[in-house]
């Protein structure tokens, strides 16, 4: 079986861009979470989606959205970006929003 | 702002040894704690977990040993291995919403397995 999917693997951007991320979940999981992880740190929750729902958001400014679609892939938005969000973006599906969490590849994005 | 502290920051143990990592957390609505490991290039991927009323888990080398009291878990890794280097990382989950969960990580332990 396919696990969890991401797009593209790796991104370089210019502070201001915005840019978007996507994410596949494992086949039958209906809720993806998204989670930012900067070098030499744990990841930190963004969102959580369930049934194209936003079921959950970490601390994080309104520059970031997220949107799940019918097939439950899901897209992470991020506006004006900003040096600081160059980071490992994961995105990690899960059979309902209380069950295990399985991590994608994740993207590595770069502003410069 | 950090609500499950890791220690250590690095480890680095000779093959055929025993790891440990330590985690602790203030925010007693925790109520599951999962451990992750991730190899470079990769996302983190699940090891071994524990609910709060268990005080222990093992799961083949793997055990998380687990004081609700003193709000501390670790991982051991009994006869650590090269192929074990990586990073861990403890976490510990919380209600959102409805049954919605949140992943909340520590901060990792990079471990190195000297051959």
């Known amino acids: 079986d396919a696990g969890v999917t991401q797009s593209p693997t790796h991104l370089i951007k210019t502070r201001g861009q915005h840019v978007t991320l996507r994410c596949s979940p494992i086949?039958?999981?209906?809720?993806v979470s998204w989670y930012q992880q900067v070098l030499g740190q744990g990841p930190q929750f963004i969102f959580q989606?369930?049934?194209?729902?936003?079921?959950g958001r970490g601390n994080f400014p309104d520059r970031f959205s997220a949107r799940q679609f019918p097939n439950y892939s899901s897209e992470l938005n991020v506006n004006a970006l900003l040096l600081g969000d160059s980071a490992l973006y994961l995105c990690?599906?899960?059979?309902?929003?209380?069950?295990?969490?399985?991590f994608g590849p994740g993207t590595r994005l770069t502003v410069t | 702002q950090q609500q499950v502290k890791q220690s250590p920051q690095s480890l680095i143990v000779q093959k055929g040894g025993i790891s440990i990592i330590n985690c602790a957390y203030e925010?007693?609505?925790?109520?599951?704690f999962p451990w992750y490991q991730q190899f470079p290039g990769k996302g983190p991927a699940l090891l071994i977990a524990?609910?709060?009323?268990?005080s222990e888990k093992k799961e083949g080398r793997f055990t998380i040993s687990f004081n609700k009291s003193a709000k501390q878990f670790s991982l051991h890794i009994m006869d650590s291995q090269p192929g074990d280097s990586a990073t861990y990382f403890c976490?510990?989950?919380?209600?959102?919403?409805?049954?919605?969960?949140?992943?909340?990580f520590g901060s990792g332990t990079q471990l190195t397995v000297l051959p």
């Open positions: 990690a599906s899960s059979l309902g929003p209380g069950n295990e969490q399985y």
């Open positions: 086949s039958g999981h209906k809720s």
């Open positions: 989606y369930y049934e194209k729902e936003e079921r």
């Open positions: 925010n007693t609505a925790f109520d599951y």
């Open positions: 524990i609910r709060p009323d268990v």
């Open positions: 976490a510990a989950t919380s209600l959102l919403s409805g049954s919605a969960r949140q992943l909340t």
